[in-house]
């Protein structure tokens, strides 16, 4: 008969679930790593502003692979405003600079193999510019420095 066990367990907590979707919602909150406004809009259309120049998203990667980034998303406008651009990096590794026509818009990103680790990968976008609608319009007092509006991320691959 035995009474009791020897020794250390060797059972771990499972890793994290991979990161798919982000919505840009309150239950993607996690994600938000930094520069993010909080959600934003009618239910249904939630969206989080891009708050600075450099927003970050902290998301969890289980095997490394060649994936794509794809995002919908629309840049602050304003009268006369200059195209908007934003340069995508996963952990340092710039994926380009992407053109930001006017309004909502699917964005997409090749991130190679090569970029990814397993655990917490940073996903940073960082914008030509960041505006705040004070500055642009009397009837908007939001100080705030604006970039683009994100309604969601996929990472696919």
Not at 29 to 46: I, L, T
Not at 95 to 115: D, Q, T, Y
Request: one cysteine or more; aromatic letters at 10%.
């Amino acid at each position: 008969m035995m009474i009791g066990v020897i020794g250390t367990s060797t059972l771990r907590a499972p890793p994290p679930p991979e990161t798919r979707f982000v919505a840009f919602d309150a239950r993607s909150k996690a994600a938000a790593a930094s520069g993010w406004s909080s959600p934003e809009g009618p239910r249904g259309a939630r969206f989080a502003w891009c708050a600075a120049r450099s927003c970050k998203l902290a998301l969890n990667v289980i095997e490394r692979s060649d994936r794509v980034i794809a995002f919908k998303a629309a840049p602050f406008a304003f009268p006369n405003a200059p195209m908007q651009f934003v340069k995508v990096s996963v952990n340092k590794t710039s994926l380009g600079w992407l053109a930001m026509p006017p309004g909502f818009s699917i964005l997409e990103a090749a991130a190679p193999k090569a970029a990814w680790r397993r655990g917490t990968n940073i996903v940073t976008f960082e914008f030509a510019y960041a505006e705040a609608p004070k500055n642009h319009a009397e009837e908007n007092p939001d100080p705030r420095p604006l970039a683009a509006a994100f309604l969601w991320l996929v990472i696919s691959g």
